[in-house]
């Protein structure tokens, strides 16, 4: 169940070994989270995101490897990852409570115009994800309750010609996710969408940090503090909610200028 | 949501299976007790019928939906008084003994259910008419139960008998906590009703600074003659009413320690003999109509524990961790309980209790009510079911140390485990 400030006590992380998602687990478990299933492509690193998951706290860990080039069988997935949460053992009530969807591949600007990447990346970062997402929430109005969050970025705020592949699939799952939100009103199921920007990970590793870059753990500490309210999108770090008002206006040829 | 139309229909909802079935009242819980996500919550307005009152045994029958305001609308020009009154009349009889509320005069009278003489239970395998000599173990788990044993139909209440309407009230203001807390020892069992409200929003050496607030029923002689004899006895609220369109989030930090700061103000040092009527005493926060919408949209936590008689100074650690961490509390109410029920989920206990309004959003707010969840178990005390919506469930076992009795007894009356609430999923009671 969630507490009176959104903590859940079971959690299903679609991308599970991203270090946004860990740090997310890390401080869930230190709370009152006990159930994570972990969904990800790569079995050795979901054992490792496991192991930390069970130090932060975790009592039950169940891991699923997933395909997210695969869309036809993402909702599958879903399937397999709520079956995971109600059958991780004893003490869980077996409901999902939080769904985190941290699912995405990064596209560069030297492979931006092949068109096999292209594809990829709309895949594993848009298509796979809403499939993903309206199978989740299918399952969590089925339950009666129960919070999506779903990591965009501020790439898909106003799309760079520096990856516009990615950016434009988040900007289309940031869309899904808004509507799907509106759509499930009365439900019980709320959906929470998430804007970091610049943040230095695995995923952005080796390249140049945007200005307000951020780290993991603060989005993740926005995250947490943000399941605690209604708000249907959050920024992080918030400033960028400003920065992002004043870049969304700017001239396209001087957004077309900008460096990176 | 279903309101079922009479007992059969009700059957009818706790044999259908699904996800869960809880028991609602008023909706004044502040907690998750009475919501059950993708399951049945069950009102009941249909079944809300007060019996005749038997004058001669001091006792009324009542349906559990009738709300405590018309229990006492209905008896109190008739010379009789609810045994056990909260801090809000709108609350129904059903929601009052599955929370075993208590009142300003717990040290003397217990909590409701210790004047409940016989109560009907709706549970999945069929209707049980319990009574504390009557399958005592489903009485007593029903008593405080949170709904958890089945839904509460009819009660039948012992009541006391008074004289009017009016209270006579005896105020004192205290500079500091140790003063208020010798006091309440020291003179609380001279007086039927006691309470204090605390100031945990001053700082340093005025945290905790409280007026104490205490009194009796006023017997006929107490209250002058008014021409044209005496008006017949009745609730009066006060006539405040929170406007509308008030900006979210009013009470934030600084509103509430001005509110804490006018409270302790408007207090006399001491006024004794006071003549109040029954709505202003007991009510105080009836009297302000819609007060809930002064917390905006994201609410506010309340926390209440018990301690044991020996452990006053959790309440001094609490009142001192607020106050150090500048949460605020927009009201906290201080009072002695005395011996509890033998419920094994029913919450007062012999000591002191303190009860925390606080509203949601200051970043270390969790973690300081899990800091005190830790402080409060340790003492061997606990916290109010009715009241929490995020208790670290790995203590409950510490604070209730006699669920096994609770679980034994929904074994036999709802094997299927078809009741429950978000609260029990949340705290994983079985």
Not at chain 2, 47 to 70: M, P, Q
Not at chain 2, 139 to 152: D, E, Q, Y
Not at chain 2, 299 to 313: K, L, M, N, T, W
Request: proline share 6%; net charge neutral; hydrophobic share 45%.
């Amino acid at each position: 169940m969630l507490d009176a400030f959104g903590q859940p006590q079971s959690i299903v992380v679609l991308g599970g070994t991203s270090d946004i998602a860990g740090a997310v687990v890390d401080r869930l478990c230190a709370r009152r989270c006990r159930t994570v299933v972990l969904a990800g492509r790569d079995a050795e690193r979901l054992a490792e995101s496991a192991a930390r998951a069970e130090e932060a706290g975790a009592e039950r860990v169940a891991q699923v490897v997933v395909d997210a080039t695969d869309v036809p069988g993402a909702a599958a997935s879903v399937e397999r990852c709520f079956a995971a949460a109600g059958d991780v053992g004893a003490g869980g009530d077996g409901n999902v409570d939080v769904v985190l969807v941290a699912v995405g591949v990064l596209s560069g600007r030297e492979d931006e115009l092949d068109a096999a990447h292209a594809a990829r990346v709309a895949a594993v970062t848009y298509a796979w994800p809403v499939a993903a997402i309206t199978r989740a929430a299918a399952l969590l109005a089925e339950q009666g309750y129960g919070r999506i969050v779903v990591l965009s970025s501020v790439a898909g705020v106003r799309v760079r010609r520096a990856n516009f592949v990615y950016g434009s699939a988040k900007a289309g799952l940031d869309a899904f996710a808004r509507g799907l939100g509106d759509a499930l009103q009365g439900t019980g199921v709320s959906v929470q969408v998430v804007r970091p920007g610049f943040v230095r990970t695995k995923m952005t590793e080796g390249m140049p940090a945007a200005p307000f870059a951020t780290t993991a753990d603060a989005v993740a500490d926005v995250v947490v503090a943000g399941l605690g309210t209604p708000a249907s999108v959050l920024w992080a770090p918030p400033v960028l909610r400003a920065v992002f008002a004043v870049l969304s206006r700017l001239p396209a040829a001087i957004w077309r200028r900008l460096p990176g | 949501m279903a309101q079922p139309r009479d007992g059969a229909a009700l059957r009818a909802l706790l044999d259908a299976g699904g996800h869960g079935l809880i028991p609602r009242g008023l909706g004044r819980s502040y907690g998750d007790a009475a919501q059950c996500g993708g399951g049945t919550v069950v009102e009941l307005p249909h079944l809300s019928r007060i019996r005749e009152l038997d004058e001669d045994a001091g006792a009324i029958e009542v349906e559990a939906g009738a709300s405590l305001d018309a229990v006492m609308r209905h008896t109190l020009g008739r010379g009789w008084f609810p045994p056990v009154t909260p801090g809000t009349r709108q609350v129904t009889i059903g929601g009052a003994l599955a929370a075993d509320v208590h009142g300003k005069n717990h040290h003397r009278d217990g909590s409701i259910c210790r004047h409940v003489t016989e109560l009907t239970l709706e549970a999945p395998g069929g209707t049980h008419v319990v009574a504390p000599d009557r399958d005592a173990e489903l009485f007593w788990a029903t008593a405080g139960g949170m709904g958890l044993t089945g839904v509460i139909t009819r009660a039948t209440l012992r009541l006391l008998p008074v004289e009017t309407d009016q209270m006579v009230v005896d105020t004192d203001r205290f500079e500091d906590l140790d003063a208020v807390m010798a006091a309440m020892e020291e003179g609380d069992h001279r007086y039927r009703y006691s309470v204090a409200w605390v100031d945990c929003t001053a700082g340093g050496r005025r945290a905790g600074r409280a007026v104490l607030t205490r009194g009796d029923h006023a017997r006929r002689e107490d209250v002058p003659l008014r021409r044209g004899g005496r008006r017949p006895p009745g609730i009066q609220d006060g006539h405040l009413r929170v406007p509308e369109g008030l900006p979210a989030h009013l009470l934030n930090g600084l509103t509430i320690r001005a509110f804490n700061e006018a409270w302790y103000r408007r207090a006399p040092r001491r006024r004794h003999g006071e003549l109040q009527p029954l709505g202003r005493f007991f009510h105080p926060l009836d009297g302000v109509a819609d007060w809930n919408r002064l917390y905006g949209p994201r609410g506010f936590v309340q926390y209440q524990f018990a301690v044991g008689p020996a452990h006053g100074e959790v309440v001094r650690q609490a009142v001192d961790l607020l106050s150090a961490r500048r949460l605020p509390s927009f009201l906290a109410v201080l009072k002695r309980f005395g011996p509890g029920d033998p419920g094994p989920l029913s919450f007062p206990m012999a000591g002191w209790t303190l009860a925390l309004d606080l509203p949601v959003g200051p970043p270390t707010l969790p973690a300081s009510l899990d800091e005190l969840d830790g402080v409060v178990a340790a003492a061997g005390g606990r916290v109010y079911l009715a009241k929490d919506a995020r208790l670290r469930p790995e203590l409950l076992a510490t604070m209730y140390p006699r669920l096994p009795e609770l679980a034994a007894v929904r074994r036999r009356v709802d094997p299927a485990g078809m009741l429950r609430s978000d609260l029990s999923r949340r705290l994983g009671i079985d």
